[in-house]
Structures are given as C-alpha cells and as structure tokens.
Nanobody
Framework: QVQLVESGGGLVQAGGSLRLSCAAS?????????MGWFRQAPGKEREFVTA????????RYADSVKGRFTISRDNAKNTVYLQMSSLKPEDTATYYC?????????????????WGQGTQVTVSS
C-alpha cells in the first residue's frame, strides 16, 4: 500500500506564495505512476488542480491556476511539489495529492487510487 502525506500548507496573504509537498511511502511506485493535486473549498466539490507524469515531461493544469502554479517531482525522494504563486483568496482550500499507478495525467478523480489526507491553504485578502 502507498501512503501519501502532504505538507506546506498555511495562511498567506493574497499575492504571496507557498510550496506544498507530497511525500510517498510504503510500496514503491511503479515507474508509470502519475501524480496530481486536487483541492476542495468549503461547500464546494473537490476539483482538479494539476498533474504530472512519472518522468515529469508531461503536465496538465486547470485554467484557474495556469501561469501561477507549478507542479514538479523528485522521484529519488518520492516527493511531488506544488509551487503556488500570486495566490488569491479563491485558492483557499484543502489541497490533496493523489497518485495514478497507470500513469494517466487526467482530471478525473476516479483514476487516482492513492490519496493523501490533505493540507489546508488559506489566502487572506
């Protein structure tokens, strides 16, 4: 079984930056595992933010975060990162990392078998 643990959330002012991390432990990822970030704001459904392929050569972003967020990964450390810049109050949410062992960098949550517990990001205006 794979465990995912997010960290790096917190309170930041609008326009600021945060970097989230997602550390994987347990059974080693196979070489096709894609990783994604999703978020859920209070009273809203969980939504796709971004995803990255195993090699890091392919990425995908939600329109709402393009140009502001960057996903990256370090497979030697079994860690995925989400660099968030120019944060807005509407980015306030619990952020979850997720893994898809079939390597699909999709927006569909159903494709992701592994999930972390989430880390809270709050952006004040």
């Amino acid at each position: 079984q794979v465990q995912l643990v997010e960290s790096g959330g917190g309170l930041v002012q609008a326009g600021g930056s945060l970097r989230l991390s997602c550390a994987a432990s347990g059974r080693t990822f196979n070489k096709y595992t894609a990783m994604g970030w999703f978020r859920q704001a209070p009273g809203k459904e969980r939504e796709f933010v971004t995803a990255i392929s195993w090699t890091g050569g392919s990425t995908r972003y939600a329109d709402s975060v393009k140009g502001r967020f960057t996903i990256s990964r370090d497979n030697a450390k079994n860690t995925v990162y989400l660099q968030m810049s120019s944060l807005k109050p509407e980015d306030t949410a619990t952020y979850y990392c997720a893994g898809d062992s079939l390597g699909r960098i999709t927006t569909d949550q159903a494709n992701y078998a592994y999930w972390g517990q989430g880390t809270q990001v709050t952006v004040s205006s």
